[in-house]
Nanobody, 126 residues
């Protein structure tokens, strides 16, 4: 089972930027779609963005389109989430996860993901 470690969270003012990283241990990392998710206090976990193994196709939830960019460096077993124009509503614990299979279907469906990281806190102040 792949292990994932997120990093890059922190405290930032509204309008600022952060880049999250998620590094995996599996040798087959590049075969699998990866996703970023978030969970705000008192709310359900939700998908933010995802991309296929090659990185050529991506998915974004509407409320981050134009602000967040997901990318990956398979040579480093790492997926990134560049977050710009952050808003207080983006405050949450952010998680990465690996899709349960290597297909590129339904990468925007959270139920298709397993092997979660421990999460990294992102706090956006007004």
């Amino acid at each position: 089972q792949v292990q994932l470690v997120e990093s890059g969270g922190g405290l930032v003012q509204a309008g600022g930027s952060l880049r999250l990283s998620c590094t995996g241990t599996a040798r087959t990392f590049s075969y699998y779609p990866m996703g970023w998710f978030r969970q705000a206090p008192g709310k359900d976990r939700e998908i933010v963005a995802a991309l296929i193994g090659s990185g050529r196709s991506t998915y974004y939830v509407d409320f981050v389109k134009g602000r967040f960019t997901i990318s990956r460096d398979n040579a480093k077993n790492t997926v990134y989430l560049q977050m710009n124009s952050l808003e207080p509503e983006d405050t949450a614990v952010y998680y990465c996860a690996v899709k349960r299979d290597t297909t590129n279907q339904a990468i925007g469906v959270m139920a298709n993901y397993g092997s979660w990281g421990q999460g990294t806190q992102v706090t956006v102040s007004k």
